[in-house]
Structure formats: C-alpha cells, structure tokens
C-alpha cells in the first residue's frame, strides 16, 4: 500500500539526511546548509490556466513567442544565466503529455528533438537539458537549457539553480542566440 503524504511526512519530518552536496561539482554554493524543515502536507494550490481556465498559454498572442507552426509554439522569457533557455507549448491546452491525443503525442518526440537539435546550432552548447514540471502552470510546457561546453559545473540537475546564480547573458548576444535557434526551427530544426 502506497504511503499517503501525512505518512510520509511524519516518517521523514525528523530524519531528514544532508546529502554531500558540498563535494559535488555541480553544487552551486559554498556555504555550509541544512535541510529546511519540512511542512507539513496542505492543500495544493490552484495552479495557473488550470482546466484551460484564464491561461497564459491559451491566450498570449503569437507575437509573444519567437517561432511557431499550427500546432506547436516557443517562448524564451528574456536574458539569464545560461544562454539559451526556451520553452515548447503545444497550441491547444493539454495539461500533461497523457493528455495529448496519440498523434500530438507522436508529434512531441518529434518535437523534442527538432527544437534539442536547434537549441544545438548556437555556438559554444554542448548538451540541452529537457525538462517539464507542470507545478506552476498547467499549460503543457517544456523547457530546453543549453548547457556551455566546458562548463561542467553547470551539468544536470543544478543547472535550473546555476541560470539565477549566474549574471545574465548580455541582451545582444541572448537575443543573436535566440534568433539562432528560430532560423534552426525554421529551417526545420
Ligand atoms: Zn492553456
């Protein structure tokens, strides 16, 4: 029988372990920590869009994302830490990849490779990290970091926590790299 979250908490609320985060490469920090206390489970707040209800990604207008087709569009939020980092939305509103009918299921492999493939064209990328939470708004979204050759502090899963520690990359070149990965999408990825 599955632990339910009231069970989980108690078991954990005062065993809570500090993995050894200090002698991983890809810690971004350097100060000692420890873990916060852990809540107790609560209500889960509506997210945004929820139920296609009021949701950005329903209806922000196509001249807010930088490349898109009848079904599929990209949005980059503007300059951070790592150089590129979009964002694929299916058009319509489907809250998980479960949800989507079979062919744009079929479609969203394509997809995930097609704009990998273009993130890759921007020079000085070595590998993009692919991701989708869905915690936030529930609009289907996914989101594509690329990742600075040479760079290995910033692999893997601190790599979301490395794009806010860094300065941001400077306006011209974050937007020579988007411009990039639009010419890769249309050139078909
Ligand atoms: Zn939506």
Not at 61 to 87: C, E, K, M, N, Q
Not at 135 to 151: D, I, N, Q, S, V
Request: negative net charge.
């Amino acid at each position: 029988m599955p632990e339910n979250a009231q069970d989980l908490y108690q078991r954990s609320v005062n065993a809570l372990r500090t993995p050894p985060v200090a002698d991983w490469d890809t810690w971004p920090f350097d100060d000692n920590i420890r873990p916060r206390t852990l809540e107790e489970p609560a209500a889960e707040p509506p997210r945004d869009g929820e139920g296609g209800v009021e949701c950005d990604g329903c209806t922000k207008p196509d001249a807010d994302y930088f490349w898109t087709d009848d079904r599929w569009r990209l949005i980059a939020f503007g300059p951070s830490g790592l150089p590129v980092v979009v964002v694929l939305e299916p058009r319509a509103h489907y809250d998980t990849p479960s949800e989507l009918p079979d062919e744009l299921a079929r479609e969203m492999g394509v997809m995930l490779g097609r704009v990998e493939r273009a993130v890759m064209t921007v020079d000085g990328i070595e590998r993009v990290h692919i991701s989708r939470y869905g915690e936030g708004a529930a609009h289907l979204h996914w989101w594509f970091m690329g990742r600075p050759t040479g760079l290995r502090q910033l692999a893997s899963s601190f790599a979301g926590i490395w794009d806010d520690v860094l300065p941001p990359t400077p306006d011209d070149v974050w937007r020579d790299n988007i411009a990039q990965v639009a010419a890769a999408m249309r050139a078909g990825g």
